[in-house]
């Protein structure tokens, strides 16, 4: 199982880029590794995926190194919209979620 | 696509009553999960379904809990005499059986024992 690990908590300014790095070890070949970003009452909302190098879309990058064993996910100028909790999550979709561990996330607080 | 549904978004019951909720998947979504998540932690998994079957149960099921997909579409969740401690914020999700495919969350449905 792919545990993950994460800091718990990160504070940033608004419009500064924020990077919040997640550890995970024993990945496994077939894993894909996927972001999600969770306000309070709403479930866990999917930002970003990627397997190697580096990933992008409109809200956010991914940078995962030839090992694997960690990724940071890079949030260009965030506002105080993007304060939440945000998740780190390693799994495949063949073999299933059902043995990945959410952990507790990286609350990020972002200040005026 | 309308995302993964969830009812109802609250609930709240006294001590041994029952309780059902319902999850929508996206449509062509064959795997289903429940997860339950309680205040300042992360999901936790509880079961998942691919299809119709159910192929996994979490250790954190009680047997006062039973989970149901029938026709491998729409999914429920019954919590029978209910617990102070079930109280906390059930969520579903579901996925592609294809490598690279993510799960995708419900809302959830937040269930508050008195």
């Known amino acids: 199982l792919a545990k993950t690990t994460q800091p718990i908590s990160m504070d940033s300014y608004e419009g500064q880029e924020v990077n919040i790095t997640c550890s995970h070890n024993n990945i496994a070949t077939n894993d894909y590794i996927t972001w999600y970003q969770q306000f309070p009452s709403q479930g866990p909302r999917f930002i970003i995926q990627?397997?190697?190098t580096k990933v992008t879309n409109e809200v956010a990058s991914l940078f995962i190194p030839a090992d694997r064993k960690s990724s940071t996910l890079s949030l260009p100028r965030v506002s105080l919209s993007d304060t939440a909790v945000y998740y780190c999550l390693v799994g495949d979709g063949v073999r299933g979620y059902q043995k990945v561990t959410f952990g507790t996330g990286t609350k990020l607080q972002v200040i005026p | 696509d309308t995302g993964v549904s969830q009812n109802p978004r609250h609930k709240i019951t006294k001590r041994g009553q029952n309780v059902t909720f319902r999850c929508d998947p996206i449509s062509e979504h064959n795997r289903l999960y429940w997860y339950r998540q309680t205040l300042g932690q992360g999901p936790e998994f509880l079961t998942y379904f691919q299809n119709e079957a159910q192929l996994e149960k979490s250790r954190l099921l009680s047997d006062r809990f039973s989970a149901e997909r029938p026709k491998g579409s729409f999914s429920t969740l019954e919590i029978q005499r209910t617990e102070q401690g079930d109280s906390a914020m059930y969520l579903c999700?579901?996925?592609?059986?294809?490598?690279?495919?993510?799960?995708?969350f419900g809302n959830g449905t937040r269930l508050t024992v008195t």
């Open positions: 990627g397997y190697k």
């Open positions: 999700a579901s996925s592609l059986q294809t490598g690279g495919s993510p799960l995708h």
